[in-house]
């Protein structure tokens, strides 16, 4: 029995002459939350779609990658779910709410057209969605922000994968949704005992709830390491430039540091 869900060696990714990310070697343990952090362009989201076998075409990928859980790369949809920042986006907008949830238990697991409604029903209730009758039958656009990001996660985790990656999930949400999304993606987590890949630029939010943290920087790996060590003992000196000068990457510092 493994307890690893991958292993990630010299991985680079190219985006023509652009290095996204370049000579990546890590490993992710089976059930842990593990976050990467990294201001904008360090190739967060380049790496998780490379793990997803979700890079565009004209990306050019080189080094291994092995998952010893599923004795394959996995099937995204099937064994891996990705929650995206703009669920506006990633939400089909002529389908309902409930055929998008069921979906994946349709496709994935088998599921006849009612039980895969009967899915979408019971998730409708784990993600908190209020009433899970008329929701199921309304459209993207009816809904609020943070109700359409927890439409996006049911639907991410319709099909029981074992592996979730949210990119950036609660980045285009306000304060208070964030932390419910959060909040829920915890509880999805540890009840389903799925692994977890959380993106953020946010440092204060990886440590609140990553068991571990890997920080980027241009895209390469500068430190990984338990959450709680990585955020009072920074092993890198950029690691801890981050944690004095932003709680959160994606706010600019209003002054440059002096010489
Ligand atoms: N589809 C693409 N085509 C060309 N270049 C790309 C593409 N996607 C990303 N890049 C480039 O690759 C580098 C890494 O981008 P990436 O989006 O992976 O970083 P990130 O850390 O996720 O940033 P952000 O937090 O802003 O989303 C950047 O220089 C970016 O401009």
Redesign the pocket.
Same mark, same amino acid.
């Given at each position: 029995m493994t307890d690893l869900l991958a292993t990630i060696r010299r991985l680079s990714v190219a985006?023509?002459d652009?290095d #996204?990310v370049r000579g990546l070697s890590f490993d992710i343990r089976l059930g842990e939350r593990l976050a990467i952090i990294?201001? @904008?362009? @360090?190739?967060? @989201?380049?790496?998780a779609r490379a793990i997803a076998g979700l890079l565009?075409p004209? #990306?050019s990928l080189s080094g291994e990658m092995d998952w010893p859980c599923f004795g394959r790369p996995p099937l995204p949809g099937r064994d891996l779910g990705f929650v995206f920042q703009d669920p506006g986006s990633s939400l089909n907008p002529v389908l309902t709410i409930g055929e998008q949830i069921a979906e994946g238990a349709r496709r994935h697991l088998g599921y006849s057209a009612s039980e895969a409604w009967q899915r979408a029903r019971e998730l409708a209730g784990r993600v908190y969605l209020p009433q899970p009758d008329t929701i199921l039958n309304a459209f993207p656009h009816q809904l609020s922000g943070g109700q359409k990001q927890r439409v996006a996660i049911a639907a991410a985790i319709s099909s029981r994968p074992r592996f979730l990656i949210a990119d950036?999930v609660t980045s285009a949400l306000d304060m208070v949704v964030q932390a419910e999304i959060v909040s829920l993606l915890r509880r999805l987590v540890a009840e389903d005992g799925m692994t977890l890949l959380f993106?953020t630029?946010d440092i204060a939010l990886a440590s609140s709830f990553a068991d571990r943290i890997v920080v980027?920087r241009n895209?390469e790996l500068v430190e990984i390491g338990a959450a709680k060590a990585v955020v009072s003992r920074p092993a890198d000196v950029y690691t801890a430039e981050l944690i004095a000068g932003h709680i959160d990457f994606t706010t600019p510092r209003l002054v440059e540091d002096m010489p």
């Open positions: 985006y023509g652009v #996204a990294g201001e @904008s362009g @360090s190739g967060k @989201s380049t790496f565009p004209r #990306a950036e993106i630029h980027f895209g």
